[in-house]
């Protein structure tokens, strides 16, 4: 099953370039956790009127079964878009990887619901 991929992009031109390595940081991204259910990923410039330089925000909203859904907003101002999307998506993968580490860790599960030993037994 593939995992359904929604690209944005507001107040930015779209780009083949842009969306090729967007399809290629999430396909790095299902390869750590195959589970995800789905993804978006919302490019924005915000509008700006004065002489300062383009500014761009990434935000990864990525969905899993049985939790919350996982929102990464990009940290800081970036003026290239590319390492905006390099420093959101490394932040979604271990964001991803603690999440799934969660759900898998059954041993932490059961060490949940074990009662402790009643008096006398060693």
């Given at each position: 099953m593939t995992t359904p991929l929604e690209i944005s992009f507001h107040g930015v031109d779209k780009s083949e370039a842009l969306e090729a390595r967007i399809q290629e940081k999430f396909a790095r991204l299902h390869g750590h956790f195959d589970r995800i259910t789905h993804a978006r990923v919302v490019i924005t410039s915000p509008n700006r009127t004065d002489a300062r330089a383009k500014m761009f925000a990434v935000k990864i909203d990525i969905g899993m079964p049985g939790q919350q859904p996982i929102v990464i907003n990009s940290e800081g101002?970036?003026?290239?878009?590319?390492?905006a999307l390099r420093d959101t998506f490394s932040a979604a993968q271990r964001k991803l990887d603690a999440t799934a580490g969660k759900m898998t860790n059954t041993a932490k599960r059961e060490r949940a619901r074990r009662k402790p030993a009643p008096n006398g037994a060693a």
């Open positions: 101002d970036y003026t290239d878009v590319f390492i």
